[in-house]
Antibody, heavy 122, light 108 residues
Framework: EEQMVESGGGLVQPGGSLRLSCVGS????????MNWVRQAPGKGLEWVAN????????FYVDSVKGRFTISRDNAKNTLYLQMNSLRVEDTAVYYC???????????????WGQGTMVMVSS | EIVLTQSPGTLSLSPGERATLSCRAS???????LGWYQQKPGQAPRLLIY???RRATGIPDRFSASGSGTDFTLTISRLEPEDFAVYYC?????????FGQGTKVEIK
């Protein structure tokens, strides 16, 4: 079964840091672009960042540039999101998601994790 | 960056009825790289449609989609009770990727 499992969420004060992890199984993790998507309470989906299969390309939404860093360890089938200088508006459920494109190209997000909650509050 | 606008915000329908959801992009979506997702409360989104019109694995054929350029449509031919949910469109043709704000399909 193809699945992804996030961890690392929690309560953090404004200005603090967290590192999220996402472990994939049941598919060739190293072959695909990987993404982070977030959803603030009661709101819609917001794409956050993505990373190419070999880490040669990374992209971010403007609101997290310079604060968040996406990375991956293909040997461990794990995707990461290092979040620094957290703000109240970063409060959300964070999902990891796979772009299951042919030959590792861009595609819609076909495998999603269950999400991990990040709450930024004093 | 591309902004996706979905309409209507809420669609109130009865089981068995047809649902038509719209997604309009502020610029042309490259390669028709547009997807549709379904999300139920407390769950992760589920991919329904990719590349504007291709059904994802395991998605029933009552879900269909069409469109190109800036205008895209998701149609649910006959609503089943499990179809009442929020639907999002997403473009992955031009970075940064973007989602629409969602359309809620609720029971009338």
């Amino acid at each position: 079964e193809e699945q992804m499992v996030e961890s690392g969420g929690g309560l953090v004060q404004p200005g603090g840091s967290l590192r999220l992890s996402c472990v994939g199984s049941g598919f060739r993790f190293s072959g695909y672009w990987m993404n982070w998507v977030r959803q603030a309470p009661g709101k819609g989906l917001e794409w956050v960042a993505n990373i190419k299969k070999d880490e040669s390309e990374k992209f971010y939404v403007d609101s997290v540039k310079g604060r968040f860093t996406i990375s991956r360890d293909n040997a461990k089938n794990t995707l990461y999101l290092q979040m620094n200088s957290l703000r109240v508006e970063d409060t959300a459920v964070y999902y990891c998601a796979t772009e299951g494109g042919v030959a590792g190209g861009h595609s819609a997000f076909d495998i999603w994790g269950q999400g991990t909650m990040v709450m930024v509050s004093s | 960056e591309i902004v996706l606008t979905q309409s209507p915000g809420t669609l109130s329908l009865s089981p068995g009825e047809r649902a038509t959801l719209s997604c309009r992009a502020s610029q042309s979506v490259n390669y028709r790289y547009l997807g549709w997702y379904q999300q139920k409360p407390g769950q992760a989104p589920r991919l329904l449609i990719y590349d504007a019109s291709r059904r994802a694995t395991g998605i029933p054929d009552r879900f269909s989609a069409s469109g190109s350029g800036t205008d895209f449509t998701l149609t649910i031919s006959r609503l089943e009770p499990e179809d009442f949910a929020v639907y999002y469109c997403q473009q992955y043709g031009t970075s940064p990727w973007a989602f629409g704000q969602g359309t809620k399909v609720e029971i009338k």
